[in-house]
Nanobody
Framework: QVQLVESGGGLVQVGGSLRLSCAVS????????VGWFRQAPGEERDFVAG????????YYAESVKGRFTISRDNAKSVIYLQMNSLKPEDTGVYYC????????????????WGQGTQVTVAS
């Protein structure tokens, strides 16, 4: 059974930075595509960033390109999301997800999700 546990959320001022972490247990981490999704109140859960299982391809939503960076540590089975130059519209619950050999950009392709961590950007 795969489990994902996010941490690192919180309250930050506009222009600030946060780093989210997601610890993955179970399964073979190096075979997972991984991703981060964001859900604002009353909105859909949207793709933010993803890392292909091959480890050589990353993808970002247009709204976060140049500000967010996804990375993975296969030795520790941890996914990170470095978020810089944060904006109020980045506010939401951030979820990490993992799926074997999946396209990291497609929400429905993920089989396992974390419980989410709240990020609030105050103006």
């Amino acid at each position: 059974q795969v489990q994902l546990v996010e941490s690192g959320g919180g309250l930050v001022q506009v222009g600030g930075s946060l780093r989210l972490s997601c610890a993955v247990s179970g399964g073979i981490f190096s075979r997972y595509s991984v991703g981060w999704f964001r859900q604002a109140p009353g909105e859909e859960r949207d793709f933010v960033a993803g890392s292909q299982y091959t480890g050589d391809a990353t993808y970002y939503a247009e709204s976060v390109k140049g500000r967010f960076t996804i990375s993975r540590d296969n030795a520790k089975s941890v996914i990170y999301l470095q978020m810089n130059s944060l904006k109020p519209e980045d506010t939401g619950v951030y979820y990490c997800a993992a799926g074997y050999y999946t396209d990291p950009r497609i929400r429905s392709s993920y089989g396992s999700w974390g419980q989410g961590t709240q990020v609030t950007v105050a103006s």
